[in-house]
């Protein structure tokens, strides 16, 4: 194979120094490994962008994540739902206060306070009327017409003086102070009791409150009724 090599190169190739050849293969790798190396620092850079918005989103709870979903009626403010107070009273069995969902009716007040006692007549009782803040509701209750008796917000409640027995159940403080011997204190002892025990089942209870006496209560016995 030598002799196809031209004579001018076949000098050259002899000629040359071992140890030249070696610093010319070094030149060429390290020639080599700055071109790879500049080749790789001139690529885009990857940037790292985290998880998907979507994920994100998940995470939240309550109108935040209303509001990252892109609903135009979103708020990130509290909830706009409010409540109301309402005075269930009568044949009920928790009579007293209790707490409703704006925009409750006046069967969703009964069941807030335990629903009606066995035997009660609901038919005077407009159940699907929507109730209002701060009434009264007044259940089952003979003789009390009008809106008391349909839950409504006014109207006087049946037993006042000169209309019969008044219902311990139903009568207010200021109904009760009609009762001989019965002032603004004792009144509001007797609704005390009402609210605490779930109504009187009996006229004998009203022996439990404090103030009321043996002659006391022989003496209001005939003018009160459950």
Do not use: C
Not at 125 to 134: E, I, T
Request: glycine fraction near 16%; aromatic fraction near 2%; avoid cysteine.
């Amino acid at each position: 194979m030598a002799d196809r090599i031209p004579v001018g190169l076949r000098s050259g190739l002899v000629a040359l120094d071992p140890r030249a050849a070696v610093a010319i293969a070094v030149v060429g790798i390290v020639a080599a490994l700055l071109g790879g190396l500049l080749w790789l620092r001139s690529r885009p850079a990857e940037v790292d962008l985290g998880p998907p918005i979507a994920a994100a989103v998940s995470t939240l709870t309550g109108p935040a994540a209303a509001a990252a979903s892109g609903d135009p009626g979103a708020t990130a403010g509290p909830s706009n739902a409010a409540t109301m107070l309402v005075h269930v009273a009568g044949k009920v069995r928790h009579p007293g206060v209790v707490e409703l969902a704006a925009g409750a009716r006046v069967i969703d007040a009964i069941e807030a306070a335990g629903g009606v006692r066995a035997g009660t007549d609901l038919t005077t009782v407009n159940l699907a009327r929507p109730v209002v803040d701060g009434e009264q509701i007044v259940v089952g209750v003979p003789g009390a017409g009008g809106a008391t008796a349909a839950g409504g917000p006014s109207g006087p409640v049946s037993g006042g003086a000169g209309a019969g027995p008044i219902d311990l159940n139903t009568a207010t403080a200021q109904q009760l102070e009609q009762l001989p011997g019965v002032g603004p204190v004792l009144a509001q002892r007797i609704v005390d009791y009402r609210n605490a025990n779930g109504g009187f089942q009996s006229v004998e209870q009203l022996r439990e409150v404090t103030g009321i006496g043996d002659a006391r209560f022989q003496e209001l016995a005939s003018k009160v009724r459950v």
